[in-house]
């Protein structure tokens, strides 16, 4: 089992920022796969952001050049910086874990966090 912990959602103005964090504890596999999805009212969740361990970050197109995502491996951390923020961001965000080449895992995610942009 692992276990997540977001922070850091809130209230922001159009054009603000905000900084996401999500402890991961558990049973950690040391290649895996961290990153956050997000969920607006009476949509589907999407992929915002992913990064895995030692690679590269990998976004959606709506928050290319906006949002940064990053990771402390040593503290089984993830992190989303978020600039300029739109009204259009506006959702639950969920923190995402996977093991990464080992046969079975499964996802797990946190409880999620609100994020909420004001025009």
């Known amino acids: 089992q692992v276990q997540l912990v977001e922070s850091g959602g809130g209230l922001v103005q159009a054009g603000g920022s905000l900084r996401l964090s999500c402890v991961a504890s558990?049973?950690?596999?040391?290649?895996?796969?961290m990153g956050w999805y997000r969920q607006a009212p009476g949509k589907q969740r999407e992929l915002v952001a992913t990064?895995?361990?030692?690679?590269?970050?990998n976004y959606a197109d709506s928050v290319k050049g906006r949002f940064t995502i990053s990771r402390d491996n040593a503290k089984n951390t993830v992190y989303l910086q978020m600039n300029s923020l739109k009204p259009e961001d506006t959702a639950v965000y969920y923190c995402?874990?996977?093991?990464?080449?080992?046969?079975?895992?499964?996802?797990?995610w946190g409880q999620g966090t609100q994020v909420t942009v004001s025009s």
């Open positions: 995402y874990y996977n093991a990464v080449y080992v046969v079975g895992a499964r996802p797990f």
């Open positions: 990064i895995i361990s030692g690679g590269s970050p």
């Open positions: 558990g049973s950690i596999f040391s290649i895996n796969v």
